[in-house]
């Protein structure tokens, strides 16, 4: 069963980096099958989804698309997620989710990252 | 990017009730619709995909219905454990998009 956790700092500036880490069990990011994805929530409001990698690249949400970059560490099966110039509206739930391109079949249980100085 | 509106945004019921969830999209979308549920402090479980196919493991009270621009979740006989947030989501056209929840309540 595929186990996805999400990790990294709880409080970020405004204006400095986000940077956060999905570790990966039961299965590999390095897999051709699957995609792997970011997705969040802030407090009392819908989901939004960021962005996602895959073998052959990434996509990205246009609404984020020049702050926003997707990497994969096969060697420590993770992907991470980087935020830059981020306000007080990137405060949110950030989950990791794992998908095919089309629905996310698993997730993380999400972590909180609040901006504010 | 494609707007879904969930109706109602909550939902008193009860235990045994036969509760519907609709999602309407902004624009045609064929059947790249997913349903999902969320507990508090919880990832989101799948239980719907391509707007009809029930997830592997989902109890079969649960049922999705549609194409285009409407779709609903049914189930059939609420059970205890399935009061909880549920969200659409579509992946016919990027960016993805959700819908902003329908939180079904006692």
């Known amino acids: 069963q595929v186990q996805l956790q999400e990790s990294g700092p709880g409080l970020v500036k405004p204006s400095q980096t986000l940077s956060l880490t999905c570790s990966v069990s039961?299965?590999?990011?390095?897999?051709?099958?699957?995609?792997w994805s970011w997705i969040r929530q802030p407090a009392g409001k819908g989901l939004e989804w960021i962005g996602r990698i895959y073998t052959s690249g990434t996509t990205y949400n246009p609404s984020l698309n020049s702050r926003v970059t997707i990497s994969v560490d096969t060697s420590k099966n993770q992907f991470s997620l980087k935020l830059s110039s981020v306000t007080a509206a990137d405060t949110a739930v950030y989950y990791c989710?794992?998908?095919?391109?089309?629905?996310?079949?698993?997730w993380g249980r999400g972590t909180l990252v609040t901006v504010s100085s | 990017a494609i707007q879904l509106t969930q109706s109602p945004s909550s939902l008193p019921a009860s235990v045994g009730d036969r509760v519907t969830i609709t999602c309407r999209a902004s624009q045609g979308i064929r059947s790249a619709l997913a349903w999902y549920q969320q507990k508090p402090g919880k990832g989101l479980k799948v239980l719907i995909y391509?707007?009809?196919s029930l997830e592997s493991g989902v109890p079969s009270r649960f049922s999705g219905s549609g194409s285009g621009t409407d779709f609903t979740l049914t189930i059939s006989s609420l059970q205890p454990e399935d009061f909880a947030t549920y969200y659409c989501?579509?992946?016919?056209?990027?960016?993805?998009?959700f819908g902003q929840g329908t939180k079904l309540e006692i």
């Open positions: 039961g299965g590999s990011v390095s897999s051709g099958s699957y995609y």
């Open positions: 989501q579509q992946y016919n056209s990027h960016p993805d998009t």
């Open positions: 989710a794992r998908d095919q391109g089309d629905h996310f079949q698993h």
């Open positions: 391509d707007a009809s």
